[in-house]
């Protein structure tokens, strides 16, 4: 066992390593150094993989005798993540690298000029590499499940289907009607906020929440994002805009959300492969909860309003507290998944992930998405593209081969309520501890309920055992019909 | 050789990663991310140290055919560094890690308490372990060969005992001289520089003078130094200090002169242990040359001073460029090696070269260390040092192993000057284009003799080829005489 660990612990470096390349890629990289820090990634990951899947690892996984719970759910974890990078040719993976290589160029000249076809014949490479992909990994009901698993391990099409149907159905009349009344003007939210005054209120919320800054730090980025380095080295990064106050705020609590899970992971589980998220979706329901569910909540803006008054006050002196909590909360369907409100978000989800699943089926050919793209952007959303470079040009997930990643998004967004109605069920008090800038409590029952057991537990696992049932749409709906039914009365 | 040359660059990119990861340690990282920082590094060290002295590496090296002359180069450097990597048992170096890990913390509260007893078992710890060292790696004198060899190729201990007495001789006269005349106030130089303005004015210069900051970039960290994760990603960090010009302006140029030195390295070299300064005292050359040869100048500062007074209004008003130049060359002994002068410097050096090698030699025992640093430190500068801590305690080498390492200083002093009267003797109008703030025609000849040969040629082969001898004192002591002269009869 511990020959075995140690090794896993030498994977494991190789992985946080390759974790801080490409973050300082992002953050601080100057650019000439692209090309030698691919090459250097792609050493890094080539180790961790070949180091992973060699007869040596196999060999000390058989050997480890009686072993700790904790060692077992290791040993299990391992194989798993040793059988799936086993089943995958590596020329395959080679293919696909290059593949992305290539589509993320087209895709950002498709995008800057407004030529779909220009990443056509790109995105059909990928999505017939994702097939084998998908052939290659196996699957029992169709090709899209492999996929899927691969971010979210364990879900299946057929029952993602069934729950996005059913939230879809009360969702699209449900956001026109909110779209319709038009809930708030946004007007307080593009002011003057100084980038300054935006960086340390950010980092002084996420603080409060929970983001530990002797474990983390926060840089700028193009694309914020979170990454770990090591359950104490969890780092977030944002972005800064002169008028606008919710891309650093809201992005900010949500990366935090992120780090806080990877920080809250039980320390025993350092240098093994368990000390990650254990699911896509599970990560998001943590940045969300924090982004949304605290932060887009009445009872937060009663902490955080007044300290928010003081420091912006160009921007929000003579704003009252429910003007603002108006303008977060505003719905306004849009064609950009990245500045959908609340409500319309999972909207933009579903539709990639039925494009996914149909280009994959066969059914749907990559040279009729950008119709089959606008008509249900329009069906749902009531809003049409006006070019393909805001309609099925926006995102980079598919120039980079990651089908199969959007549902995450949606799955995340559903499994944040579903949480925290369990912890509001065991926390009768919640409202008015985060009244108070209290988030102790929110954070003991996640740490214990979700963090600490990293890949231990699955996140349906992990679901069932804290909330009593897999995820589901009905308390995300019933949340947004009661937060939007009490904004109206208000 | 295409199997060799994807191994050595796996081998690179391992070790450019570690460097990615201490660099990140010593500028961002939070504090809690320490420990486990420390394992990646190891685990990146450690499997580029395995993979380099595997017997496929060997097999490889074997199989090479008939090749080009860098092929060639590549193949006796990567031989020799096989053979140095072989000789040195695994437990040698974990001995000496974990002695050196707890020398440290031992040496920090040995300073911080001014008691050296605290220091000093472990320092004999280290000096055995060293001696060790130096019986596995071998030598054909005497032990600290091969110490001094690790840092500087190919030097012996004779010969730079040789050169340096010849300095020693000769310096220590010349600096009673100086320090007694007091050359200049430093008035000047302690005014208020905020910091804002002393980062731009040190990058402006450090640009103009050829970092390339397309691949480069500076951060802050508390000890000053320059990194590589490329050719074309070479950084430097400084440290500011609010109320002194000269840590930050003159530390910047002597960081930026070793990143130019990598910047301008043969971009065929790159991903193969060639693509690196040849030695330590070579590396320091070019970092002292920009720091003292150009940025201490006349006709440097004839060019920059201006600029100077516009970045700095509060401080440089009223200075005359000829007071100022004053001030950035004044000599004043003191018993602090980082703030030593471009005089006294050296002895600063020669002392610890004496002391270490008679550690070695077992001539002097570690407990008798205070008494005979202080005695040399009064004899060669004249000042006796209060206490340990401002002492023998003063500086980390000795707490991390690194025996062997100080002489490179001196020895890069020494080179700096060769080099420079060399470019001098090709480039007659030099001091004009200094004059004018064209660092050009230096810069190419540096890239031409010194820069582009990375590890391909030794420190001496280059000196040879390019001043027509090895490291000598004359042309150091006749530039200080020169120089100092000039400024008397000013």
New interface residues.
């Given amino acids: 066992m511990e020959s075995l660990r140690t090794r896993l ?2 994977i494991t ?2 992985n ?3 974790a ?2 490409e973050w ?1 890629m992002e953050t ?6 692209a ?3 691919s ?2 990634v792609a ?2 990951r080539s ?1 961790a993989h070949e180091l992973l899947v060699s007869d040596k690892t196999t060999t000390l996984l058989e050997a480890a005798g009686p072993v700790s719970e904790l060692d077992a759910d290791l040993i299990r974890v391992v194989r798993r993540d040793i059988e799936k990078a086993s089943r995958v040719p590596s020329s395959l993976i080679a293919a696909m690298a290059e593949a992305a290589g290539r589509a993320k160029g087209a895709w950002q000249e498709a995008r800057s000029t407004d030529t779909f076809s220009t990443f056509a014949p790109h995105l059909e490479r990928i999505v017939d590499l994702c097939i084998q992909h998908a052939e290659a990994l196996g699957y029992e009901d169709q090709p899209y499940d492999a996929l899927l698993d691969q971010y979210e391990e364990g879900a299946t099409t057929r029952q993602v289907s069934e729950v996005f149907e059913e939230v879809r159905s009360q969702l699209v009349p449900f956001a026109k009607e909110m779209g319709k009344t038009g809930v708030a003007c946004e007007g307080p939210l593009h002011r003057e906020y100084p980038e300054d005054a935006q960086w340390a209120f950010g980092l002084k919320m996420a603080e409060r929440i929970g983001y ?6 926060q ?1 700028v980025s193009a694309h914020p994002f979170s990454t770990s ?5 969890v ?1 977030i990064t944002t972005r800064l805009e002169k008028r606008f106050f919710n891309p650093a705020f809201f992005g900010t609590l949500h990366e935090a959300g992120h780090a806080i899970y990877e920080q809250g992971i039980d320390p025993a589980l ?2 093994t492969p368990l000390a990650d998220g254990t699911s896509l979706g599970m990560h998001e329901s943590q940045s969300r909860m924090w982004e949304n569910l605290v932060g887009r909540s009445l009872p937060f803006w009663e902490y955080a309003f007044p300290q928010a008054q003081e420091a912006f006050p160009a921007a929000l002196q003579g704003v009252s507290l429910d003007d603002f909590y108006r303008a977060i909360n505003a719905v306004s369907p849009s064609t950009i998944r990245v500045e959908a409100d609340e409500v319309t978000y999972n909207l933009h989800i579903m539709l990639r992930f039925e494009l996914e699943q149909q280009m994959i089926a066969g059914k749907v050919a990559v040279s009729d998405l950008p119709r089959e793209w606008n008509d249900r952007m329009e069906a749902w959303l009531g809003v049409r593209p006006l070019n393909d470079a805001e309609g099925v040009l926006q995102d980079i997930h598919w120039s980079l081969g990651a089908i199969g990643y959007f549902p995450t998004y949606a799955l995340g967004n559903l499994m944040s309520v579903q949480l925290f109605d369990a912890a509001y069920a065991a926390l009768p008090d919640l409202d008015d501890h985060i009244r108070h800038g209290d988030f102790s409590a929110l954070l003991s029952w996640l740490r214990e309920n979700v963090h600490q057991w990293g890949r231990r537990r699955t996140a349906s696992q992990i679901l069932t055992a804290s909330t009593g049932a897999d995820v589901s749409a009905g308390p995300w709906m019933a949340y947004l019909r009661r937060k939007y039914e009490a904004m109206a009365s208000r």
């Fill in positions: 612990a030498r470096h190789l946080q390593a390759a801080v390349l300082d601080h990289m100057p650019a000439g150094g090309e030698a820090r090459q250097q050493t890094l180790l530990d800054m002797n474990r983390g730090r840089d380095f090591s359950i104490s080295d780092r350092e240098g």
